[in-house]
């Protein structure tokens, strides 16, 4: 199919992108457009401008400072999963960023191209909200910061504002005796996740669990942190058995996602083994960091 009529802006800088944004109501920004796009040929968006980004400089790459690695908004999914500095102090996001679509999608595709099109059933929304990422947008008020929790509203949708930019995410690297993980049961056709977990757990000096965080993407509409499950791990060993039976504490409270893949019944069943078998391998690295 073909998109409806739109116009077409190439944005040379933030500052710019979001002046068009505020002179064409209804405008969306374009970054790898692999989302996007399809979107615009199905006619499911139907923008009246695209505001392309791709070129803006200083957007891309990796950089690490005070413990806190800020990403850029348009830094492939490809470089994501060949980063060095992730796989050292972050190695849930390049894990989960080499799971992405085909080597094509993750060459062009973005990590803010990604995220600010919040599609339940992507791979990184559920790990950055894991990780309580903080997502920089830029917009007519000014710079602003929003954590992972506030940033995922429902589906397709996120808190940023029409005439923001979102230019960085920023998450805290693990320490030593933290360990991550993320495993997905992806649809066959598309890659995409029907049940994907994002774990991290951090060990206590006598092997028993301090923290754990654990979120899902495919479940509901909007990636779900699994506040129960991770209380209920707090102090205990995380072993086959008392992981097997916090996941039982698993409960899903918002709209599911879409059933015609998958009943909800399905995807909760899912989420408990692939949950479960993402915070035993979390673990095992964990040991392998103390």
């Keep these: 199919m073909y998109p409806t009529n739109f116009k077409y802006y190439r944005a040379g800088s933030v500052q710019e992108a979001v002046r068009l944004l505020q002179e064409n109501k209804g405008a969306k920004v374009l970054a790898g457009g692999h989302s996007l796009i399809p979107a615009m040929k199905m006619r499911l968006a139907e923008p009246s401008a695209l505001v392309d980004i791709g070129r803006i400089s200083g957007l891309v790459g990796v950089t690490q400072r005070n413990g806190s690695l800020r990403v850029g908004s348009l830094t492939p999914h490809a470089s994501l999963a060949a980063s060095e500095v992730l796989k050292q102090n972050c190695p849930i996001l390049a894990e989960a960023a080499g799971q992405i679509g085909d080597p094509q999608v993750r060459h062009k595709g973005t990590i803010g191209g990604n995220v600010t099109h919040a599609d339940p059933a992507s791979d990184l929304p559920g790990v950055i909200l894991a990780l309580e990422g903080i997502f920089h947008a ?57 049940v994907g977990a994002a774990a991290i757990v951090t060990l206590a000096d006598d092997g028993t669990c301090r923290e754990a965080r654990l979120a899902f993407n495919g479940v509901a509409t909007r990636a779900l942190r699994a506040t129960e499950v991770e209380r209920e791990l707090v102090g205990k060993p995380l072993d086959e058995t008392s992981v097997a039976a916090a996941m039982e504490k698993l409960s899903v409270k918002e709209p599911m996602h879409d059933p015609v893949y998958a009943s909800s019944a399905y995807r909760i069943s899912m ?14 690295r964990a040991r392998g960091r103390a």
């Design 138 to 194: 830029t917009g007519g008020g000014g710079e602003r910061q929003i954590a992972a929790a506030d940033f995922f509203v429902d589906l397709l949708t996120t808190s940023l504002k029409p005439d923001e930019v979102l230019t960085a995410v920023e998450v805290r690297g693990l320490g030593k005796g933290t360990g991550s993980c993320y495993l997905k049961f992806e649809h066959p056709a598309s890659g995409y996740a029907i």
């Design 271 to 284: 989420a408990r083994v692939y949950g479960k078998n993402a915070l035993l391998q979390a673990a095992e």
